[in-house]
């Protein structure tokens, strides 16, 4: 079983930077896949990023790509989501999330496609004047 905890979040301009962290513990494995997802007010959550935890194979949504950049590094068991050229669209509550398998583990070229088990609590992002 996982745990994972968010942070990160917060007020920004249009045009800015914020760097999402997500701390992962519990027993992982090298067929772990991590994602993360968000959700506005008033709409379905959608897959943002994907990343395997082993050859960090990627994925992004499409509104994103060039913009957000997912890392990890699995010896620290962290899991990051830098978004930068922030709008004011990207709003909303931002979820860390994890899967374990099959092997080989991928990312969907859509991260909602990707199945998850385990979620953290979220951290809100807002880009606001």
């Known amino acids: 079983q996982l745990q994972l905890v968010e942070s990160g979040g917060g007020l920004v301009k249009p045009g800015g930077s914020l760097r999402l962290s997500c701390e992962v513990s519990g027993v992982t494995s090298d067929d772990d896949r991590f994602g993360w997802f968000r959700q506005a007010p008033g709409k379905e959550r959608e897959g943002v990023s994907c990343?395997?935890?082993?050859?960090?194979?990627?994925s992004y949504l499409n509104s994103v790509k060039d913009r957000f950049t997912i890392s990890r590094d699995s010896a620290k068991n962290m899991v990051w989501l830098y978004l930068t050229d922030l709008k004011p669209q990207d709003t909303g509550v931002y979820f860390c999330?994890?899967?374990?398998?099959?092997?080989?583990?991928?990312?969907?070229?859509?991260?909602?496609?990707?199945?998850?088990?385990?979620w953290g609590q979220g951290t809100q992002v807002t880009v606001s004047s």
């Open positions: 990343i395997t935890r082993i050859g960090a194979r990627t």
């Open positions: 999330a994890a899967n374990r398998g099959p092997s080989p583990v991928i990312c969907s070229e859509q991260p909602s496609k990707d199945p998850y088990v385990y």
